[in-house]
């Protein structure tokens, strides 16, 4: 019987957590004036009144949200950190905000990571390691770095993850399942907004930084790909002593990428030349790689004499097979010849034009975007701003932009801004001409079109093989009867939820109105039991009437708050 009540008890503990947990998230939100967001979840108007803090009405929605995610801790801070990667899923002041939240936090006593580094390890740490230092050189919500000394003298960074971040986590996702399930439902705006996409993205990525392995892997293959590129290092994993939960690697003590025009550390590097490697080496990884840090901010990025880089934290990066190039060849080469529908066509291969979208309309849009940035000088114009109208435009079209090409514009745009940081008269865009062509080369080279003649024989080869069977399969289904054909509407739910609720709304006004009626009947005839020579049951029918008139204006009154949001 021990089983069972041990299932039971950990189902109970766990629900006990989830309701404990979500409700700090609704204080934490109500607290920063933020209930708006949670208007679908329908929380006690009470609760909500209790709750809700006058000090923050002064700031703009965008810092409150930045501030109760601080207070909410890592998994909340992680999640605001991707939501700034994705200016398609919020607007511009939303995105500049939460870049701010910092990912640096108190460290836990050493006794606990030791603790973690020992199991892992399956042996005490003074064996691993000759020196182990106890004070951290970082500290993050997910992890934190120690340096230490091998046996054999090598100086390494130990990132080990926290205790029970793992359980935090998990429990805070579940949460904004729910959540995001509960807002796609009730709010007719819900799917325009992407919750359950958002959550999907937090949960896709936070997954693969919890691994250390994954983040192990990507310092392997980015070493493979910059093996005969002395300006760029990438530090040396040590796989023996690498585990999930434990990182061990090559120890570089570097400056970081955006101090080194500090007065103390100028002298020691060529700027020009360090702007021009670090933008090279990210257009490398993008374009002719197809894989590349997703986020190279300047602390993942140092520099040691003479001008060398060194690429760090690599847990988040992006992939962009060989048709996707190709594809952003063909849109670089068709913004040259401002060849509109060739655009579209490249925007299509990528995923991101959608059949419903007005081709029309997007056409014109397109044209009046390169009419602002054509036949400017190249230095003048911003990758930042021209990045940021381009993302303007999906969302006005409500195009759905893969993750990988937004990671590829933010990348680009950060590369930019330590560039002009380095450089004054910086220009990545001149950078990108050369790639162009270097694509081409590369996809268009013997061996390239010998790998895609042999996809397609082999594709070919099983299409032939299968289309008898696949034929007669078709064939015995007419035959039965059996062939059938599945029509789908779209974007129909939102009229069918206005008419359900309209319905609704117009079946509580009878109620009431018959409630009314009835009750000014008993009262006028004096039917029932009387209190002051008024009927009992007139006095409940227009109580009655009242609550489910009050509760039938908050209703409407939330609705028509939900749509001007």
Not at 20 to 28: K, P
Not at 506 to 512: E, F, K, Q, R, Y
């Amino acid at each position: 019987m021990a089983e069972p009540y041990s299932y039971v008890n950990f189902r109970f503990r766990s629900n006990f957590d989830k309701v404990r947990r979500s409700r700090q998230i609704i204080s934490v939100f109500f607290k920063f004036g933020l209930d708006y967001f949670l208007g679908a979840l329908r929380v006690n108007i009470f609760t909500r009144l209790r709750k809700r803090k006058k000090g923050y009405k002064k700031l703009s929605n965008a810092e409150r949200l930045r501030m109760a995610f601080e207070e909410l801790g890592p998994t909340f801070i992680k999640f605001g950190q991707i939501l700034s990667t994705r200016p398609d899923f919020l607007p511009p002041d939303y995105i500049r905000e939460l870049e701010k939240l910092q990912d640096t936090v108190a460290p836990i006593e050493v006794k606990k990571i030791q603790e973690i580094i020992e199991t892992e390890l399956h042996r005490p740490i003074a064996q691993a390691f000759k020196e182990f230092d106890e004070q951290p050189v970082a500290s993050a919500s997910l992890s934190q770095v120690h340096r230490a000394v091998l046996q054999n003298g090598n100086v390494v960074a130990v990132k080990v993850q926290k205790p029970d971040i793992q359980n935090t986590i998990e429990l805070d996702i579940s949460i904004l399942e729910t959540f995001a399930n509960i807002i796609e439902k009730r709010f007719p705006e819900g799917p325009f907004y992407h919750p359950m996409a958002m959550v999907n993205e937090l949960k896709r990525t936070i997954r693969k930084e919890l691994d250390f392995l994954n983040e192990a892997h990507n310092f392997e293959k980015f070493r493979t790909n910059f093996k005969d590129v002395n300006c760029i290092k990438i530090p040396e994993v040590y796989w023996d002593l690498t585990t999930e939960r434990l990182l061990v690697m090559e120890f570089i003590d570097g400056i970081k990428i955006s101090e080194i025009t500090h007065e103390k550390y100028r002298s020691r590097f060529d700027l020009k030349k360090v702007a021009h490697q670090a933008a090279e080496a990210l257009l490398k990884q993008i374009l002719l790689d197809g894989f590349f840090h997703a986020d190279p901010h300047p602390g993942n990025l140092f520099v040691i004499p003479p001008n060398t880089i060194v690429m760090l934290d690599v847990g988040m990066t992006g992939h962009l097979d060989d048709q996707s190039l190709l594809s952003i060849a063909k849109i670089l080469r068709a913004i040259n010849h401002r060849d509109f529908d060739q655009i579209i066509r490249g925007l299509q291969e990528l995923g991101i034009v959608m059949q419903e979208v007005d081709k029309t309309l997007l056409r014109h849009d397109i044209k009046e975007l390169l009419d602002i940035y054509t036949d400017r000088p190249f230095k003048t114009i911003s990758l930042a701003r021209m990045n940021q109208d381009i993302l303007d435009i999906a969302m006005r079209h409500r195009l759905a932009i893969p993750s990988n090409f937004v990671m590829m514009i933010r990348a680009m745009s950060i590369a930019e801004t330590i560039g002009k940081q380095l450089e004054s008269d910086f220009d990545i865009l001149e950078m990108v001409k050369p790639f162009t062509r270097k694509i081409y080369l590369k996809l268009y080279s013997p061996r390239s079109w010998k790998k895609r003649t042999a996809n397609m024989l082999d594709a070919s080869v099983e299409l032939i093989e299968h289309l008898p069977q696949n034929i007669y399969d078709l064939l015995e289904k007419l035959k039965e009867g059996q062939f059938e054909i599945h029509l789908e509407h779209h974007r129909l739910e939102n009229l069918a939820n206005e008419i359900k609720s309209s319905s609704n709304r117009i079946a509580v006004s009878l109620i009431i109105a018959a409630l009314i009626v009835g009750s000014s009947i008993l009262i006028h005839q004096k039917i029932g039991p009387m209190v002051s020579n008024v009927s009992v049951w007139g006095i409940i029918g227009f109580v009655i009437a009242i609550i489910m008139g009050i509760g039938l204006l908050i209703s409407s009154f939330r609705k028509n708050r939900r749509r001007k949001f």
